[in-house]
């Protein structure tokens, strides 16, 4: 909402600066958005009158202007607008005038012509963003008046209102604010309180519940006309476009009080004024030229044909005030907030008035409102009103009082807040005390202050006026208790650290995803109102956002990619969420450097030894690859499934645009964390160990592990450590048979308590050779 | 032969100081000490000599062999010292190192590892809760009004089942009261979600940090000293902390928080909402669980929520959020 800093003055007597009220402003609640000057203040621009036009000697673009600038000597003005025409009044900057961006004005030839000064359009004082031509002010604009008496200089400042204080929507209600901030008097608009008289059959009220107050007040003859400069300037500095004189006090009104008002066309309501539900598809066309189909949902003003209004919302097309009405009807009334909430909502109409319904109006503002305006309406548009406001329904109750305990608002703060300061504060912001004793004061709260209604909302107040800076904060609290969530966080930033430190780079990708981007192993979870269809699945598994992620990387022209996430994956089904681990890798294993060297792609074997740098010992075991995987394998610890590994089919690789493998790992964190265990002592051995390598030759198909199998299995006290150093493949068939690898593996023996003589270990690593020839038919080299 | 070995020990010690490099002095060595070195020929020589004459010339003929070898061994040292010498000068220090590439934690992970950290130091636990939440824990439980605009199709993601994508962490609060009793004073990070159209400025998935204390005799001063400390040690001394009256359905009094650091780039920045947890807040925890643990008039409590997203576009001076989700290692390698 915007305020006019002038139209504020009208109703609180204080005199500081915009610096300062900026900063009181903020310390109530009122978030200022923007503070910006208005008007034109410029001593050296006048209004001034074009008595005679003619083109330019020189230039076709230019003419020549004799003005009258109030000085009686007319004066000559060279111009390059075309909007006007001889009688229009418009502003001057005579010379010495200086414009906004530090434009002076010095008399001059403009193409051989002299020119006495420049007549201006509203960009060139700074009263438009953006104006082309003159400035046509209105033809009773006072010649040879400054500028100013037209546009004053002003402050306009942009609140944020929060949802609570609808009572701050007007400039009474922050003139209210202010004075409570410092002690300065407010003053509010005259108006003698209407005589009112029950509306009878002229207003029916269908739902007292949507609708429990309702005033209208006929005013006759008026004249509908085009409001004074002074109110369409005030209105137009705050955003608003002035209509008519009619319409225009009603906005007015509605900024200055905070109530909204309707004005409707007599002559168009027929008969009198039903306040109901509309019937289903019942049709309405609102002020803005669009057409609505309605339901038993929105509440409408409607007369005893069609809606004329929508309550709360909008007028009607049809039933507004235009050129020809000569009475009018003036509504002022309430609405349940909720009812207008939807019924805005539900149409996407909102309204500066709908804002207002929604937030709550005071109750005690409706009448004094309705006699406000027509006092205005009477003064600017002729006419006389009825002696008496018909009225329907009864008055919103004043909220109930409410009993502070001092002690408790001293806890609550953790501030020894005096007796003094707590009445004090709540007295300024208009509470009456009712009654006091035991600690506790009793107060009555103002009927535009509906959003106090408990003890702790007083509090509230109390803090507010004291102020924040007044409480010392405090910290002395007794640590709390962690459990599991603390241990998971802790496990997960080792994992993230871990995986830092093995030269992987953290991602995060969106939980959001596209269905594009499920696998099929798992069933997902749908949004029922997606921002798109690339957002509408929550992901099922991290690795088709971090394959994205591999993509727009080879894209970016990485040489290599190594990512991981960890972050939560859904699905239909238990568990719905569960923490989880992933891994993708793509591309050169080390990056070049002077030392060269063979390079070399990243592999399936690589995101193996991320598995064994997280997990430790485990086994693979292949389970069915479903696309976009090729290869993928189950990883067991301890026999326990805590995962799965894979490589992209490669379709699906060059799909990505990679050309190397792209291999994966999707770990369950918590399958993981369960197998974390803290590490002890073994003892470190005091005698050295002796190694053996062997060579082995064998068929394509067996598989290390079979190989490791057999020599661990072998019962060979002796040998402690089994390590593959070499594996060789000849497709060629030249120094190995195609068919056929070559296993180089070392074997570690050693035992405690001495150390071992090279008899024993040869003898050990026969027994070992026998062993793999006899259960594996291999050969050795 | 006396004259003899006086020449020869002049000779070989010439000749070992004269040696260029290792192989000069072995041929050196093999020269006056080898089998066939004039050394070991003129100990053979001995059996020639006079019997009287023997002792002293044996005497001489050790003395010179002694002479020889500490020479060797001497030019042996030296040579050995030159060439370690040469070895070290011959590098070139000024070639890059090389090693293998750390990786980095994204900068959402470092910010928000910081601020646990700073909450623990203070006391505080974590906690967590699902991102598929009812309507009860990330609305009814906050007292927000049936009809207040956040519940809107528009503004939050609902599965088809009713539940919902949470809009804020709050809804761990609601959690953690469900399930402990007071004192309860947690932590807890997470992801939140509004049905924002992602620009440079929104993502519709975001990260927040909730925090809340409840305990007897919790007030707005334990609120300030928290926070206070929290974003001092977040952002440096110096830092200016400035709570602003505000207004959430779920506290009250409610306040905003401005910070002005030099971190920040030195202007006030609005960066968390916080206040007394509300009575309601409490009244409907009391009648979901059945009891009064967290009953209003026995307890108060403090909570407060910040966005991480934001925060760690400001401290690191990223332009557009949606870095933060593109996932470019470029931009990840900078953390």
Redesign the interface.
């Given at each position: 909402m915007k305020i006019s800093l002038n139209w504020l003055r009208d109703y609180v007597a204080w005199t500081g600066s915009v610096e300062e009220l900026v900063a009181l402003l903020t310390r109530t609640g009122l978030e200022v958005a923007e503070v910006a000057t208005r008007g034109a203040d410029f001593p050296k621009v006048v209004i001034a009158q074009i008595l005679e036009s003619s083109r330019h000697p020189n230039a076709d673009r230019l003419s020549v202007c004799r003005v009258d600038d109030g000085s009686g000597q007319p004066r000559q003005i060279v111009c390059g607008a075309r909007n006007y025409k001889v009688g229009d009044k418009v502003p001057l900057a005579l010379p010495g005038a200086v414009l906004p961006g530090d434009f002076k004005i010095r008399t001059g030839k403009l193409r051989g012509v002299e020119s006495e000064g420049m007549m201006c359009s509203a960009k060139e004082l700074g009263l438009a963003e953006d104006a082309e031509g003159l400035l046509i002010l209105p033809p009773d604009a006072p010649v040879g008046q400054p500028i100013s008496t037209l546009y004053p200089a002003d402050t306009v400042i942009e609140l944020e209102v929060t949802p609570n204080r609808g009572d701050w929507l007007s400039h009474l209600g922050v003139a209210r604010e202010v004075a409570a901030f410092t002690g300065a008097t407010v003053r509010r608009p005259e108006g003698t309180p209407p005589a009112t008289k029950p509306a009878g059959d002229f207003v029916s009220l269908k739902e007292p519940g949507l609708c429990a107050f309702y005033s209208v007040r006929r005013i006759h003859n008026v004249k509908v006309g085009p409001s004074p400069q002074w109110l369409r300037e005030r209105l137009e500095k705050v955003g608003l476009r002035p209509i008519n004189n009619i319409v225009d006090v009603t906005n007015y009104v509605m900024l200055e009080l905070g109530q909204p008002l309707h004005a409707f066309d007599a002559a168009r309501v027929q008969g009198g004024i039903v306040v109901r539900t509309a019937q289903a598809e019942e049709k309405f066309h609102a002020l803005d030229g669009r057409e609505y189909t309605l339901s038993a949902d929105h509440l409408v003003i409607a007369d005893h044909g069609r809606p004329v209004a929508l309550a709360g919302v909008m007028g009607g097309e049809d039933s507004g005030v235009t050129e020809s009405t000569a009475d009018v009807l003036l509504e002022s009334a309430v609405f349940d907030p909720a009812s207008v909430r939807r019924t805005a909502r539900a149409l996407d109409l909102h309204s500066d008035s709908s804002h207002r319904f929604e937030r709550g109006v005071d109750p005690q503002g409706i009448l004094a409102a309705s006699a406000r305006a027509t006092a205005l309406i009477v003064e600017l548009a002729g006419g006389e009103a009825d002696p008496e406001v018909l009225t329907a329904g009864q008055l919103p109750a004043s909220p109930a009082p409410i009993t502070l305990s001092h002690a408790r608002c001293r806890a609550l703060l953790g501030l020894e807040v005096e007796e003094a300061a707590i009445r004090g504060a709540l007295t300024g912001l208009g509470l009456t005390l009712l009654n006091e004793g035991g600690g506790t004061t009793t107060w009555q709260v103002p009927s535009h202050r509906g959003d106090l209604q408990r003890e702790v909302d007083l509090i509230e107040e109390v803090c507010r006026v004291v102020g924040m800076e007044k409480i010392s904060g405090r910290l002395a609290a007794a640590p709390a208790e962690p459990a599991e969530p603390d241990a998971r966080y802790d496990f997960q930033m080792s994992l993230r650290n871990k995986l830092a430190a093995l030269g992987l780079s953290e991602a995060r990708t969106s939980t959001l995803v596209s269905q594009a981007m499920l696998w099929q192993d798992r069933p997902a979870l749908r949004v029922r109102n997606p921002l798109g269809e690339d957002q509408a699945f929550l992901r099922t598994s991290l690795l088709p956002g971090l394959l994205a992620a591999v993509q727009r990387n080879i894209h970016q022209g990485a040489k290599s990619v190594g990512l991981f996430e960890v972050g939560r994956i859904f699905q239909a089904g238990e568990p719905e969420e569960s923490a989880a681990l992933g891994v993708a890798l793509w591309g050169r294993a080390e990056k070049k450097d002077w030392r060269g060297g063979a390079e070399r792609d990243l592999d399936w074997h690589d995101a193996r030894g991320v598995v064994e740098a997280l997990a430790g010992p485990h086994r693979l075991v292949r389970i069915s690859a479903a696309d976009p995987l090729g290869l993928a394998a189950e990883i067991l610890v301890d026999g326990e499934p805590i995962g799965r590994i894979g490589q992209l089919a490669p379709a699906a690789a060059r799909a990505l645009d990679a050309n190397a493998p792209v291999v994966v790992i999707e770990l369950s964190i918590e399958a993981l964390r369960k197998r974390e265990a803290s590490p002890s002592y073994r003892e470190i051995p005091k005698f050295p160990a002796v190694t053996r390598d062997v060579a082995i030759v064998c068929p394509l198909p067996l598989s290390y592990e079979e190989i490791e199998a057999v020599l661990r299995g072998a019962g060979e006290e002796l040998l402690v450590d089994v390590e593959p150093f070499d594996v060789f493949t000849d497709p060629g068939g030249e120094k190995l048979p195609a068919d056929r690898k070559s296993i180089a593996i070392s074997l570690t023996f050693r035992t405690a308590g001495r150390t071992l003589s090279g008899e024993e270990v040869n003898a050990a690593c026969e027994r070992l050779k026998e062993r793999l020839k006899r259960d594996l038919s291999v050969d050795f080299r | 032969m006396e004259d003899r070995i006086a020449s020869l020990q002049t000779e070989a010690v010439t000749a070992i100081a004269a040696a260029a490099d290792t192989r000069a002095l072995a041929d050196a060595r093999v020269k006056y000490l080898g089998k066939q070195g004039e050394i070991t020929r003129l100990s053979e020589g001995m059996r020639d000599v006079p019997k009287e004459d023997r002792p002293r010339l044996g005497k001489r003929l050790n003395e010179l062999r002694q002479a020889v070898t500490a020479a060797l061994e001497q030019k042996e040292a030296a040579l050995a010292a030159e060439a370690d010498a040469r070895a070290l000068a011959a590098l070139d220090i000024t070639?890059?190192g090389?090693v293998?590439?750390?990786?980095?934690?994204?900068p959402?992970?470092r910010l928000l590892?910081k601020a646990?950290r700073i909450f623990r130091r203070?006391?505080?636990?974590?906690?967590?809760g699902?991102?598929?939440e009812t309507e009860w824990h990330c609305f009814d439980a906050l007292n927000t009004?049936?009809?207040h605009?956040a519940r809107?199709?528009q503004d939050t993601?609902?599965?088809?089942d009713g539940r919902l994508?949470r809009t804020h962490t709050s809804t761990v609060q609601i959690r953690v009261m469900e399930s402990q009793t007071p004192?309860?004073?947690?932590i807890?990070p997470g992801?939140a979600?509004r049905?924002d159209?992602?620009d440079a400025t929104h993502l519709?998935?975001f990260t927040q940090m909730e925090g809340l204390?409840v305990?007897e005799?919790?007030?707005?001063?334990?609120l300030?000293?928290?926070l206070?400390?929290f974003f001092r040690q977040l952002f440096g001394p110096g830092t200016e902390t400035?709570?602003?009256?505000?207004?959430f359905p779920f506290t009250?009094?409610?306040?905003?928080i401005d910070i002005r650091a030099e971190a920040l780039g030195g202007r006030w920045m609005e960066l968390a909402g916080c206040g007394?947890v509300?009575?309601a807040v409490f009244e409907a925890i009391c009648s979901r669980r059945g009891d009064r643990a967290f009953d209003p008039d026995k307890v108060?409590g403090f909570a407060f929520g910040f966005g991480l997203d934001r925060l760690a576009m400001n401290l690191t001076r990223v332009p557009d959020i949606r870095m933060?989700?593109?996932?470019?290692?470029?931009f990840?390698?900078q953390f």
């Open positions: - | 070639l890059p090389t293998r590439d750390l990786g980095s934690l994204h959402l992970t590892d646990v203070m006391g505080f636990v974590l906690a967590d699902p991102d598929i009004p049936p009809d605009p809107n199709e993601f609902y599965l088809p994508l004192p309860v004073r947690i807890a992801a979600y049905r159209e992602v519709a998935q204390y305990a005799n919790v007030s707005v001063a334990d300030k000293g928290t206070e400390y400035r709570f602003r009256p505000h207004f009250e009094p409610s306040f905003e007394m509300d009575p108060t933060l989700v593109e996932n470019d290692l470029r990840l390698k």
